[in-house]
Nanobody, 128 residues
Framework: QVQLVESGGRLVQAGGSLRLSCTAS????????MGWFRQAPGKEREFVAA????????YYADSVKGRFTVSRDNGKNAVYLQMNALKPEDAAVYFC?????????????????????WGQGTQVTVSS
């Protein structure tokens, strides 16, 4: 059974930092795109960041550029999201996702429908 398990979410003050982790089991995602999405109450799930299979290419939502950094460790079958300078509007459930489908454009990274494996999410709360 393939699983993606996120961890690291918690309550943090505005301006603080968090590092989210996502560990995969059941199959290796080395060489597969992996991404982070988030969903706040009453809002649709939105793209946050993603990384190519090797980690050489990264993609970010405009709202997190310069504050968040996505990285991966293929030896550990894991992807990370370092979040700095957190804002109250960053509060959401953060989901890890992976795609084993071939993509032919970098635009695929930004759409949740492009990913076929998802974690259960980890809650990030930011107090003002």
């Amino acid at each position: 059974q393939v699983q993606l398990v996120e961890s690291g979410g918690r309550l943090v003050q505005a301006g603080g930092s968090l590092r989210l982790s996502c560990t995969a089991s059941g199959r290796t995602f080395n060489g597969d795109a992996m991404g982070w999405f988030r969903q706040a109450p009453g809002k649709e799930r939105e793209f946050v960041a993603a990384t190519s299979g090797t980690g050489a290419k990264t993609y970010y939502a405009d709202s997190v550029k310069g504050r968040f950094t996505v990285s991966r460790d293929n030896g550990k079958n894991a992807v990370y999201l370092q979040m700095n300078a957190l804002k109250p509007e960053d509060a959401a459930v953060y989901f890890c996702a992976a795609s084993t489908d071939p993509w032919y454009s970098s635009s695929y990274y930004y759409y949740d429908t492009s990913y076929n494996y998802w974690g259960q999410g980890t809650q990030v709360t930011v107090s003002s």
